[in-house]
T-cell receptor, first 112, second 113 residues
Framework: GENVEQHPSTLSVQEGDSAVIKCTYS??????FPWYKQELGKRPQLIID?????GEKKDQRIAVTLNKTAKHFSLHITETQPEDSAVYFC???????????FGAGTRLTVKP | GAGVSQTPSNKVTEKGKYVELRCDPI?????LYWYRQSLGQGPEFLIY????????DSGLPNDRFFAVRPEGSVSTLKIQRTERGDSAVYLC???????????FGQGTRLTVV
């Protein structure tokens, strides 16, 4: 089955700086890559997703890039704010199998 | 509109007991996922339903775990002979079909004492 690895496990940045989180996947058939944000004690919520037919997608301060050849995708957050502090999870799934697998998560801390 | 609902929100049980965790997906969502999340970890895949059938149950850790979705809507995760290592937050998610945004419930925090 699909195996998703995520790095780093923790990330601390100064407010206003950028943050980058990287994930790799193993199944070349994976074609849907969502990113979830989970605040303490709350459920994971989708913040952005990308499909394999595009290489980059942007939504205000967040962007995701995908390199299918290398089987990795990244989350980029610019102009970070303290409220961006949370755990971020990447995931991957395929059209055929659909069993979405998650990375281990990155705990992002934005220092004011 | 109503989101994914999970009951109970918290469950404390004694080692060796049987528990059932319930998930009410968003109405009309055919895909349903169960995950287990331990403290500081990512959601660990358990089982995925498409409609009434378990399309992939490869994540169930052993035969003490079983899940059903008899009418293609509500799902129940069943754990027999619970062990302390089963303690975790059990998350349910649903999506309109596979390979699209999955919406998570609030989770059931299971504690086995």
């Amino acid at each position: 089955g699909e195996n998703v690895e995520q790095h780093p496990s923790t990330l601390s940045v100064q407010e206003g700086d950028s943050a980058v989180i990287k994930c790799t996947y193993s199944d070349s058939a994976s074609n849907y890559f969502p990113w979830y944000k989970q605040e303490l004690g709350k459920r994971p919520q989708l913040i952005i997703d990308i499909r394999s037919n595009v290489g980059e997608k942007k939504d205000q301060r967040i962007a995701v890039t995908l390199n299918k050849t290398a089987k990795h995708f990244s989350l980029h957050i610019t102009e970070t704010q303290p409220e961006d502090s949370a755990v971020y999870f990447c995931a991957a799934s395929t059209t055929n199998n659909n069993d979405m697998r998650f990375g281990a998560g990155t705990r992002l801390t934005v220092k004011p | 509109g109503a989101g994914v609902s999970q009951t109970p929100s918290n469950k404390v049980t004694e080692k060796g007991k049987y528990v059932e965790l319930r998930c009410d997906p968003i109405s009309g969502h055919t895909a349903l996922y169960w995950y287990r999340q331990s403290l500081g970890q990512g959601p660990e895949f358990l089982i995925y339903f498409q409609g009434t059938g378990a399309a992939d149950d490869s994540g169930l850790p052993n035969d003490r775990f079983f899940a059903v979705r008899p009418e293609g809507s509500v799902s129940t995760l069943k754990i027999q002979r619970t062990e302390r290592g089963d303690s975790a937050v059990y998350l349910c998610a649903s999506s309109s079909q596979g390979n699209t945004e999955a919406f998570f419930g609030q989770g059931t925090r299971l504690t086995v004492v």
